[in-house]
């Protein structure tokens, strides 16, 4: 599967709401600075976003954006599918002289290979993307932190 830049961007922006959104809402222009994500490029994407009711903007002063749903119930796929079209396998173009039978076989594996990575997607939440990330720092944490204390034992030695 060929993944699109809006879809990308899509989801690196909702991941950073995610984050960031939790103590109010959050400005495209933040997410813009956070992301390195043109704003007028993220505009275009929260336009789509806010019409499938993934996120909700908030006007004014200390306005912004927040997730239109709980991070657990908005799905990779869904993100995806608010941006962009479904990019799937099946728009690979045959050679022209290959026979219809097997053209038609090709064309069911990549139909249902582009049913599995829906389907794959659709099973990641935005909280598991979260939830990745703070296991992901802990992780980092912890290896530092092994790290430093194998350098305090190798200067005690």
């Not at 879809?7 to 390195?36: C, F, H, K, W």
């Not at 993934?54 to 306005?63: A, D, S």
Request: with cysteine; proline share 3%; charged share 20%.
């Amino acid at each position: 599967m060929r993944l699109s830049t809006k879809g990308r961007y899509a989801v690196t922006a909702m991941l950073d709401l995610a984050l960031n959104g939790v103590d109010g809402p959050v400005t495209l222009a933040d997410i813009s600075e956070n992301q390195g994500i043109s704003l007028s490029y993220l505009e275009q994407l929260f336009a789509a976003l806010r019409s499938k009711s993934l996120v909700r903007g908030v006007r004014g002063p200390g306005g912004g954006y927040y997730l239109g749903r709980a991070a657990d119930e908005i799905s990779i796929a869904d993100v995806i599918c608010a941006v962009d079209e479904w990019v799937e396998f099946t728009r690979c173009n045959p050679r022209n002289g290959a026979p219809d039978a097997q053209r038609s076989m090709t064309q069911a594996l990549w139909d249902d290979l582009s049913q599995q990575i829906y389907l794959f997607l659709m099973d990641i939440t935005l909280a598991d993307l979260v939830e990745r990330g703070h296991l992901h720092a802990g992780a980092v944490i912890d290896s530092h932190q092994m790290s430093d204390l194998m350098n305090i034992k190798h200067r005690a030695a």
